[in-house]
Antibody
Framework: QVQLQESGPGLVKPSETLSLTCTVS????????WSWIRQPPGKGLEWIGF???????NYNPSLQSRVTITIDTSKNQVSLKINSVTAADTAIYFC??????????????WGLGTRVTVSS | DIQMTQSPSSLSASVGDSVTITCRAS??????LNWLQQKPGKAPNLLIY???TLHNGVPSRFSGSGSGTDFTLTISGLQPADFATYYC?????????FGQGTQVDMK
């Protein structure tokens, strides 16, 4: 079973860049798509985007102008960057592995999540 | 974006009850519908994918049905471990979107 571990700063200043890393173990990073999802305090889930193992990406249009997701297969890591952050970017950030089949697409494993607060 | 609307937003039930949560998509999504369970302070866990396929290790008291725009999640014989928030999610179109969640708590 794949295991995912998010890491990165817990506090980011407004207008700066949020940078998180997801380290993948227990499965080949080439086997799946890799996605980021976030959850503001007390609220629901928001899909941010995904990358394939080859680096093909797709982003939520609501964040597309500020988001970059990259994959480093040599380190088994997936990274998330969101620039020009505001308080609205305060959330728990999860990485997840996404299985992609002809008639089904789903997140089968999730990391524990990492809390990021945007504040000066 | 495809809007996912769950009902009810919350419900109270007792151990042993049968519980049904519905999810409606703003447009047809075929069977690209997943159900997730989230407990406080934890990451979501996949319960059902493809509208009706039980994920590995998920108890058989959970079941899902539906296609197109209307879907249901049923818990037959609620157990103490099932008190949680449930989300539906569509992966038919980008951006993938979630319902607002249904909180199931103890009556």
């Amino acid at each position: 079973q794949v295991q995912l571990q998010e890491s990165g700063p817990g506090l980011v200043k407004p207008s700066e860049t949020l940078s998180l890393t997801c380290t993948v173990s227990g499965d080949s990073i080439s086997a799946n798509y890799w996605s980021w999802i976030r959850q503001p305090p007390g609220k629901g889930l928001e899909w941010i985007g995904f990358t394939s193992y080859s680096g093909t990406t797709n982003y939520n249009p609501s964040l597309q102008s500020r988001v970059t997701i990259t994959i480093d297969t040599s380190k088994n890591q997936v990274s998330l960057k969101i620039n020009s952050v505001t308080a609205a970017d305060t959330a728990i950030y999860f990485c997840a592995s996404a299985k992609w089949e002809l008639t089904r697409r789903f997140f089968d494993s999730w990391g524990l999540g990492t809390r990021v607060t945007v504040s000066s | 974006d495809i809007q996912m609307t769950q009902s009810p937003s919350s419900l109270s039930a007792s151990v042993g009850d049968s519980v049904t949560i519905t999810c409606r998509a703003s447009q047809g999504i075929s069977g690209f519908l997943n159900w997730l369970q989230q407990k406080p302070g934890k990451a979501p866990n996949l319960l059902i994918y493809g509208a009706s396929t039980l994920h590995n290790g998920v108890p058989s008291r959970f079941s899902g049905s539906g296609s197109g725009t209307d879907f249901t999640l049923t818990i037959s014989g609620l157990q103490p471990a099932d008190f949680a928030t449930y989300y539906c999610q569509q992966t038919y179109n980008i951006p993938w979107t979630f319902g607002q969640g249904t909180q199931v708590d103890m009556k």
